[in-house]
Each structure stands twice: as C-alpha cells, then as structure tokens.
C-alpha cells in the first residue's frame, strides 16, 4: 500500500492528516539538499535529483526564484571548500524561506 493510500485511510481525519504528505516531501527535498551540499568537495551538486529538489523547494518560497539562481551559482564555482560553504549557506537560506530552520537546530 502506498503512503497516499495509508494516509487516506487515517480515521481521525481532520487537516492534518492532509498536511503529513506534503511535510514529508519537504523533509525529502531538503535532506537531498543537505546530502548534494555536503558531498559536494566529491561530486557535482547540480544532479538532476538535487536540481529537482531545488526547484520543488524553491518553489514553494517567496522569492524562491533568486535561491534556486543562487544554489546553482554556488554549485559552480570552482574551489571545492568554497563551493561546500557557499551551498550550505544558500540551504541555510532555503530552510529559513520554508520556516525549517528551527527544525535544522536541533
């Protein structure tokens, strides 16, 4: 059974059991981010799956446009340390337009 199905089947019902997917989506997209950021002195932060997920976060931010031309900015340039730097700040940035950066502390 998929999570949709499992989720649909929830008998409190109420708004958030409506909530619980899309929560999960944004959890997925940033650990994405944060795995293509920190790995990113080995391999090339701009995988379709990364890409993916920088446009489904950004997208969902006021703004977001400038933080997705940001992460690929930083995913360009070419000295390894400062590439991993810069795309941890724009994920720190990210995080904060998606209001997750209270969940990153902890």
């Known amino acids: 059974m998929d999570r949709k199905t499992q989720l649909a089947n929830v008998a409190f ?12 989506a ?3 997209a940033l650990h ?3 795995r293509g950021g ?16 920088v446009d489904f976060l950004c ?19 070419a ?3 400062q590439r991993q730097k810069a ?3 724009v994920l720190r940035t990210i ?4 209001g997750a950066a209270k969940q990153d502390r902890r």
């Not at 019902?13 to 999960?24: K, L, M, N, T, V």
């Open 59 to 77: 997208g969902r931010i006021a703004r977001g446009h400038l933080m997705a031309q940001s992460w690929r900015a930083a995913a360009d340039l």
């Open 38 to 53: 920190a790995a990113a002195t080995d391999r090339d932060p701009r995988s379709p799956a990364v890409l993916v997920a």
């Open 32 to 34: 994405t981010l944060q």
């Open 13 to 24: 019902g109420g708004d958030w059991a409506e909530q619980i997917e899309p929560r999960e």
């Open 95 to 98: 995080s904060c337009g998606l």
């Open 87 to 89: 795309l941890e700040a």
């Open 26 to 28: 944004v959890a997925s």
């Open 79 to 81: 000295d390894q340390g």
